[in-house]
């Protein structure tokens, strides 16, 4: 890929409330300086135009908070006017100003035939008080015409006449040109001919938009170093992507390459389609990689911590193997990588997860060799010596339970259940002497469930019953009944997932199960695992091992080896 002579770096004091900002001025790289990027993010708009994805004004007004603690320049807030949460939003934060960053209100040209002074959808925008508007306009002839039904002055003429305008009111604009590498690929000319409308009326920024997301690296690269070469260094240019073509990171860093200082993407790559560029695989190659400063000294170890917030709150599970902040990104199974890790950690990671706030992971399964139950043991607070027989013993215990369906990789709970049992050191907090469950349907289709469970606890035995919408749901409740009032932080206790998978199809309704049960306490998370031919039974094995690991959990329990 050719890189561009021309590239820019942008920088401006820090950000503060008492007197607006000024155009940003543009200033060569160099040698002696840090090359500088802006972070874009969109999460809260074009993030939020994912298929399941919704957000309250509360989660919106948190992200942001988020995203500014992150250290994230511009922070897109949605589109005052399209929706009254929209228009509080921005309200809101009138009221709770961010510390860092700038929020920008978004919104397009004005309509055909009026001017902008009279296109009433301009006014919310206004009201919002941001101090700066990103408006996107038409960049693709074929929208100009079919889209939008307008002639391609016309169209040129919206974009002047709607940054002048919003210039005049002292708003600084930032100019998405939709569709652009489709528009440019189509009729370049005219493509170029709407930058140079933009720039001319007082854009800031022209950002360039792959919208559709079917463009390849090599050509986003070709065409960005042919458009700084006719638009100079008057205007700083800026890349937003998306990733259709699964291609979305590595379009925006080609863009980067030949010459943007902008990059817009979301956290996690959230989107419409197939999502946008995700933000957090582009800072973190962007910074650690090509030497771009995105974020201060110290923030970007917030990466990890920020992607899972924001998972969180738009109620969507995370991406364990997203790259860099993923569960799976540093995450160790086979014994050659585990032992070779262990002695250098750049045999098998091309950077220190610390860097982006993400921690190296051993994986147990029936691939591990000794070095994965040692490593494994010592991120417990486990030492193990691989003469130790109690090292050898949790390997054949591993490979051979694993062998019957459980899978342990999925539950560490579990694991750090069997560790201790092998070692002489698992903890009775109670024992189960028995348990029935006994499950009914009336005539309207309605089911219930009833548990009746026998629990021994310092030598007395406990008799309790519980009635459920389901099997497991009683039997959780007869068990909790049981030992509330023994151990009273059974309470917190949630189960938030229950997972069942048939080991042996082919067996019909006498194929093995296996259950993975997730607990919370509000602030740690465990998963514990159970397997037998009896889904009650499955069941039953870990909801008690669940309710049993949490216990150790809240005493503090250590396992310390003997000697």
């Known amino acids: 890929m050719a890189r561009s002579k021309l ?65 994230v320049p511009f922070i897109e807030g949605g589109w005052p006017g399209a929706n009254p949460k929209d228009v509080q939003f921005f309200w809101q934060l009138k009221e709770t100003p ?39 306009g038409k960049s693709w002839d074929l929208h100009v015409t079919e889209g939008l039904n307008a002639t391609l002055d016309e169209n040129l003429a919206m974009v002047s006449d709607t940054i002048e305008y919003l210039t005049r009111q002292g708003r600084q604009i930032i100019y998405d040109a939709e569709h652009w590498f489709d528009g440019y690929k189509h009729n370049p000319e005219y493509a170029i001919q709407t930058l140079k409308a933009a720039r001319d009326a007082g854009a800031k920024w022209l950002t360039l938009c792959d919208t559709n997301g079917g463009t390849l690296p090599h050509e986003i690269g070709q065409i960005v ?23 979305a990171v590595a379009n925006a860093i080609a863009a980067v390459l030949a010459g943007a200082t902008m990059v817009q993407g979301t956290i996690d790559g959230y989107g419409e389609r197939c999502g946008n560029a995700n933000l957090c695989s582009l800072i973190a190659n962007l910074q650690l990689k090509l030497d771009y400063r995105c974020l ?93 027989p109690a090292a050898r013993e949790i390997l054949e215990r591993l490979k051979n339970l694993e062998h019957e369906g459980y899978q342990f990789e999925a539950a560490e709970a579990s694991f750090d259940l069997l560790m201790r049992e092998a070692l002489g050191q698992r903890v009775s907090f109670f024992g189960v002497k028995g348990f029935q469950v006994h499950c009914s349907q009336t005539g309207t289709g309605d089911s219930n469930a009833l548990a009746t469970v026998k629990v021994t606890v310092n030598g007395r035995d406990f008799l309790e019953a519980a009635e459920g919408n389901g099997p497991v749901s009683a039997l959780d409740g007869a068990l909790r009944k049981a030992l509330v009032n023994q151990f009273p932080e059974i309470a917190d206790f949630q189960l938030v997932d229950y997972k069942v998978r048939i080991l042996d199809g082919q067996a019909g309704t006498s194929a093995k199960t296996r259950v993975l049960i997730e607990f919370t306490s509000g602030h740690q998370r465990w998963t514990t695992v159970g397997v037998s031919t009896n889904i009650i039974d499955a069941s039953y094995q870990a909801v008690v091992e669940g309710l049993e690991y949490g216990l150790l959990l809240q005493n503090n329990v250590p396992s310390v080896v003997t000697p």
């Open 296 to 388: 201060e000294d110290g923030q970007l170890t917030n990466l990890t911590e920020t992607s899972r917030f924001v998972s969180e709150v738009v109620n969507l599970a995370p991406n364990d193997r997203a790259p860099f902040v993923g569960r799976s990104a540093f995450a160790h199974k086979g014994g050659i990588h585990v032992s070779a890790v262990q002695r250098n950690p750049l045999t098998y990671e091309h950077v220190r997860p610390e860097a982006v706030g993400n921690q190296r992971r051993i994986v147990i399964s029936d691939q591990s060799g000794m070095s994965n139950i040692l490593a494994k043991a010592r991120t417990f607070g486990i030492e193990l010596d691989k003469q130790n």
């Open 7 to 71: 590239r820019y770096r942008v920088w401006c004091q820090p950000l503060t409330r008492s007197q607006p900002r000024s155009r940003l001025p543009i200033v060569r790289d160099s040698a002696m300086t840090a090359k500088r990027l802006w972070i874009y993010d969109t999460t809260l708009r074009d993030g939020a135009q994912c298929e399941g994805l919704s957000l309250s004004l509360e989660d919106k007004l948190r992200i942001a908070q988020k995203l500014d603690s992150l250290g």
């Open 225 to 247: 170093s042919e458009v700084v070469s006719e638009i100079g260094d008057t205007v700083p240019l800026g890349i937003h992507t998306h990733n259709d073509s699964d291609t």
């Open 98 to 136: 961010l510390t860092q960053a700038e929020v920008v209100a978004f919104c397009s040209t004005r309509r055909p035939g009026r001017t902008a002074a009279d296109d009433p959808m301009l006014q919310p925008i206004l009201a919002a008080g941001t101090r700066w508007i990103t408006l996107f």
